[in-house]
């Protein structure tokens, strides 16, 4: 009996402890059971999150010849590539000359915008142009040379009679003890005459480089940079050098130029700072060289609104002379008003 007990105990199954392993494996199979005779659900390009692609980047070029007579553009502000920090030499060279090519087609009548009729008139109306425009010089020196045409004759003026006619210029005080001192040296030591050597003409009370340079190439015919406010401007917007001294400034754009050309230059360059490249507010949009000016953009671009900040004759007002060149009017410029006009 004992023997057929211990088969009886022996048929019967011992129960299985389930594992963690196995509780794992069952609670995966119960909702494949639970879904079972079911397809498999789709996904679809709906339900998939979608990442939007980022807009692409505007790239903005200077125009190839930005001009005022270009219908209305709407762009917003757009900006030239600036050329390479490392911008060779050469191509230096190259771009500044193109420039002032590019200068000479638009201001083929540019000229000095003092009213003169030899050097002693030149010279003096250079010292009075000192924080003052031209045009307030021009319609000032008239009654200046009518009362004193020669260097001997404003050497002995009254100092009070001189400030009077000089008032509207602005400094004048200054500006009479400048020309009444420049001419008593060019009576006592010159004969009454302007030398055309820079080493003399610095020498003289209240001229400077700027001035000389500009008597000895405008009345003399000897090569020569002005570097004024206008010319320092722009010459530093086009990258042709980081100085801010003029004279290290004139070396430096010398440098680039023969010397031919370097009155021709200082032309070009201060007649568009006047009248397209301004201080505050840049015709950019109505400018010649736009493609070669690293400083696109700084200004208005849209060529309709930069034609209303055109001055002088490009926008087709007076220019500064009472009595400018022939070629000044034939290319339509107009004679400024006299002093007390409108």
Same mark, same amino acid.
């Given at each position: 009996?004992?023997?057929?007990?211990?088969?009886?105990?022996?048929? /019967?199954? =011992?129960? $299985? #402890? *389930?594992? @963690?392993?196995? %509780?794992?494996?069952?609670? !995966?199979?119960?909702? +494949?059971? &639970?879904?079972?005779?079911?397809?498999?659900?789709?996904?679809?390009? /709906?339900? =998939?999150? $979608? #990442? *939007?692609? @980022?807009?692409? %980047?505007?790239?903005?070029? !200077?125009?190839?010849? +930005?001009? &005022?007579?270009?219908?209305?553009?709407?762009?917003?502000?757009?900006?030239?590539?600036?050329?390479? #920090?490392?911008?060779?030499?050469?191509?230096?060279?190259?771009? !500044?000359?193109?420039?002032?090519?590019?200068?000479?087609?638009?201001?083929?009548?540019?000229?000095?915008?003092?009213?003169?009729?030899?050097?002693?008139?030149?010279?003096?109306?250079?010292?009075?142009? !000192?924080?003052?425009?031209?045009?307030?010089?021009?319609?000032?020196?008239?009654?200046?040379?009518?009362?004193?045409?020669?260097?001997?004759?404003?050497?002995?003026?009254?100092?009070?009679?001189?400030?009077?006619?000089?008032?509207?210029?602005?400094?004048?005080?200054?500006?009479?003890?400048?020309?009444?001192?420049?001419?008593?040296?060019?009576?006592?030591?010159?004969?009454?005459?302007?030398?055309?050597?820079?080493?003399?003409?610095?020498?003289?009370?209240?001229?400077?480089?700027?001035?000389?340079?500009?008597?000895?190439?405008?009345?003399?015919?000897?090569?020569?940079?002005?570097?004024?406010?206008?010319?320092?401007?722009?010459?530093?917007?086009?990258?042709?050098?980081?100085?801010?001294?003029?004279?290290?400034?004139?070396?430096?754009?010398?440098?680039?130029?023969?010397?031919?050309?370097?009155?021709?230059?200082?032309?070009?360059?201060?007649?568009?700072?006047?009248?397209?490249?301004?201080?505050?507010?840049?015709?950019?949009?109505?400018?010649?060289?736009?493609?070669?000016?690293?400083?696109?953009?700084?200004?208005?671009?849209?060529?309709?609104?930069?034609?209303?900040?055109?001055?002088?004759?490009?926008?087709?007002?007076?220019?500064?002379?009472?009595?400018?060149?022939?070629?000044?009017?034939?290319?339509?410029?107009?004679?400024?008003?006299?002093?007390?006009?409108?």
């Amino acid at each position: 009996m004992a023997k057929a007990a211990k088969r009886a105990h022996a048929g /019967k199954a =011992a129960p $299985v #402890r *389930k594992t @963690a392993s196995a %509780k794992k494996t069952a609670a !995966a199979k119960a909702p +494949a059971r &639970a879904g079972a005779g079911k397809p498999p659900a789709k996904t679809t390009a /709906k339900d =998939a999150p $979608v #990442r *939007k692609a @980022a807009p692409p %980047k505007k790239v903005t070029v !200077a125009p190839k010849k +930005a001009t &005022a007579a270009v219908k209305r553009a709407s762009p917003a502000r757009t900006v030239a590539p600036k050329p390479p #920090r490392n911008e060779s030499r050469t191509a230096l060279v190259r771009r !500044a000359r193109r420039i002032n090519r590019e200068l000479a087609e638009v201001y083929p009548y540019a000229h000095p915008e003092l009213d003169f009729e030899n050097p002693f008139q030149l010279l003096v109306a250079t010292v009075l142009s !000192a924080q003052t425009t031209d045009l307030r010089v021009n319609q000032t020196t008239p009654a200046l040379f009518a009362r004193y045409p020669t260097p001997e004759d404003l050497a002995a003026a009254d100092p009070e009679e001189v400030e009077g006619i000089l008032r509207p210029t602005g400094f004048f005080r200054a500006k009479t003890k400048s020309v009444m001192g420049l001419s008593k040296v060019l009576a006592e030591e010159f004969g009454g005459e302007v030398p055309g050597r820079l080493e003399d003409l610095v020498k003289l009370p209240g001229v400077g480089r700027k001035t000389a340079f500009v008597v000895l190439g405008n009345a003399f015919g000897r090569p020569g940079i002005t570097v004024d406010t206008h010319f320092q401007r722009l010459v530093r917007r086009w990258q042709w050098t980081e100085e801010t001294d003029p004279d290290k400034i004139e070396a430096a754009v010398g440098a680039l130029f023969p010397k031919s050309d370097w009155t021709m230059l200082s032309h070009h360059v201060i007649f568009h700072g006047r009248r397209i490249c301004h201080a505050r507010k840049p015709a950019c949009g109505a400018c010649p060289i736009a493609p070669l000016c690293p400083a696109y953009g700084e200004g208005e671009t849209d060529p309709e609104k930069a034609k209303k900040l055109l001055k002088y004759e490009k926008g087709g007002f007076p220019g500064q002379r009472l009595k400018p060149p022939q070629s000044y009017l034939d290319a339509g410029g107009r004679p400024a008003p006299p002093l007390g006009a409108g």
